[in-house]
């Protein structure tokens, strides 16, 4: 990890990275964007979740399948899968304890909203860490591993690649920042469609406790 010493820009992914995907808050968002296909195309429930799958497989997210193959507006779908219910959330003390120690900019790179953003860091209490915000309107709704949206987020910022990390549960959405020269890190998700190439060789870390992590770093420092 002594690769990891000179770190000045932090991209962290949001959904099950900043959160453990146990908490179940991206589960709500997944029942959500079913329901919002089911109403939205006057299906059952059944067949919205077919076409959700889909088209999150074909177009990297349910929101840009269905603006390419519904034209729908995408902030009224992001507003009605977000809006969900973190009460249960709770602030994680020693994520925020490490995060405070990391020098360098922090941004969220996220297919959500920064509204969603900034409500589940505002819950996990490190919400004033982060410097900024790059969401999917940000990326002017081009989703990740889009290559595009990684260069946007590059040059918005003037991150330097050679001397950034991206932190993401879907190992996909890791090749793009690979291959842009930035460090990799997996966060385990045992779901088939994030664990997909997770055995690539652009991730060149892996772990299941962000914090416990960022610990690791912070102690080489």
């Not at 109403?39 to 929101?63: G, P």
């Not at 490190?126 to 040059?155: Q, T, W």
């Not at 190439?197 to 299941?208: A, E, G, Q, R, V």
Request: zero cysteines; aromatic letters at 12%; proline letters at 2%.
């Amino acid at each position: 990890m002594k690769d990891l010493r000179n770190i000045k820009f932090w991209l962290f992914d949001l959904d099950n990275t900043l959160y453990e995907g146990a908490t179940k808050v991206f589960d709500q968002i997944d029942k959500k964007m079913t329901e919002y296909i089911s109403k939205k195309l006057n299906l059952n429930k059944e067949e919205a979740r077919k076409i959700q799958k889909s088209y999150f497989m074909e177009h990297d997210t349910t929101l840009n399948g269905m603006i390419k193959n519904h034209k729908i507006n995408a902030n009224e779908f992001l507003e009605f899968v977000h809006n969900i219910d973190l009460s249960f959330l709770n602030e994680d003390k020693q994520l925020d304890e490490q995060i405070s120690k990391i020098k360098g900019k922090k941004i969220i790179f996220t297919n959500g909203s920064e509204a969603h953003a900034k409500n589940v860091t505002r819950k996990l209490g490190i919400e004033r860490h982060f410097d900024h915000i790059f969401d999917i309107k940000s990326a002017n709704f081009i989703p990740k591993p889009s290559l595009e949206a990684y260069k946007k987020i590059i040059e918005k910022y003037k991150i330097e690649p050679q001397y950034s990390i991206f932190i993401e549960d879907i190992a996909r959405n890791l090749k793009p920042a690979h291959e842009l020269g930035m460090k990799t890190v997996w966060i385990k998700n045992d779901e088939p469609w994030a664990a997909k190439f997770s055995d690539s060789d652009f991730i060149n870390y892996k772990t299941d406790n962000l914090a416990k992590f960022l610990k690791e770093i912070n102690e080489l420092r």
